[in-house]
C-alpha cells in the first residue's frame, strides 16, 4: 500500500486530466502532455505509475480508457463510495447539494445534525438526529464522513464517528484534528486556505509595482 499523500493527489488529477482528454477525442496519451496538464514532469507522472505496476509503450502512450480504469480502481472509485455528512449548516448543506460527488462515484447518503430546526428524514438526503449517526453507519458499512461542526464540537464528534466505525473524515471544523491509528483525517480550513491566496496575491502585486 502506498501512503504518500502527495502521490495520491498526483493520480487523482492525472485521473481528471485523462477524463478532459478523453472527451475531447483522444484514444492515447503520452506522459509528457499528461505532465503538461497537470503542471508536472513526464519523469514524476512516470514514476507514480510505476509504483502502482502501470506502464505504458514508450511508442504508443498510454490507453486512456484503460489508465482511467486503472486509476478508478487504485482510489476506490470504481464502486460508489458512500459518505455521511455531520453538520447541516450552510456549508454542510452546500455540500449535501454538491452534485460533482455522484458523478465522481461519492454518495452523501445521509446528514446528521443536532438542531431539530434542521431535522428532515423525507429529504433527497434525510437529515437525521445525530443520536441515530452509529447506528446508521453501522447499518449501511460507511467508512467515510465529512464533518462540518463548529470548533467546540469537533472533537467529540470526531470521537463518536471513530467509535461507530468511521475510518476516514474530510474535517471543514476549523481546527486541526489529528489522525490515529483507526482513522485517517484531512483538514481543510477554508478560512486558512484564503489567508494564504490573499498574501501571495498581495506580495506578487507589490512585486509588480
Known amino acids: 500500500m502506498i501512503n504518500n499523500k502527495n502521490c495520491i493527489i498526483r493520480l487523482s488529477r492525472y485521473k481528471n486530466a485523462l477524463v478532459r482528454f478523453k ?10 502532455y499528461l505532465a503538461d496538464a497537470v503542471g508536472g514532469t513526464s519523469a514524476q507522472v512516470r514514476k507514480d505509475f510505476s509504483l502502482f505496476g502501470i506502464s505504458g509503450n514508450k511508442r504508443g502512450g498510454y490507453q486512456i480508457d484503460a489508465l482511467i480504469a486503472k486509476l478508478n480502481s487504485i482510489l476506490g ?3 460508489v463510495q458512500k459518505v455521511v455528512l455531520v453538520g447541516a449548516g450552510q456549508l454542510g ?4 447539494r454538491y452534485n460533482t460527488f455522484e458523478k465522481e462515484g461519492i454518495k452523501i447518503i445521509a446528514a446528521f445534525d443536532i438542531d431539530p430546526a434542521k431535522i428532515n428524514p423525507k429529504a433527497p438526503t434525510p437529515i437525521l438526529q ?10 449501511n458499512g460507511v467508512r467515510i464522513a465529512i464533518l462540518s461542526v463548529p470548533d467546540s ?3 467529540q464528534t470526531l470521537d463518536m464517528l471513530v467509535k461507530a466505525g468511521i475510518k476516514g473524515v474530510l474535517n471543514f471544523a476549523p481546527i486541526e484534528l489529528k489522525g ?8 481543510v480550513n477554508l478560512a486558512v486556505e484564503l489567508e494564504n491566496l490573499i498574501y501571495f496575491v498581495n506580495v506578487t502585486a507589490k512585486a509588480t509595482v
Do not use: H, P
Open 23 to 32: 472527451t475531447l477525442g483522444f484514444i492515447k496519451i503520452f506522459s509528457e
Open 180 to 187: 490515529t491509528n483507526d482513522c485517517i483525517i484531512n483538514n
Open 93 to 96: 448543506s452546500a455540500l449535501v
Open 130 to 139: 445525530i443520536d441515530e449517526m452509529a447506528r446508521f453507519i453501522l447499518k
Open 77 to 79: 472509485k470504481n464502486e
Open 153 to 155: 464540537a469537533a472533537q
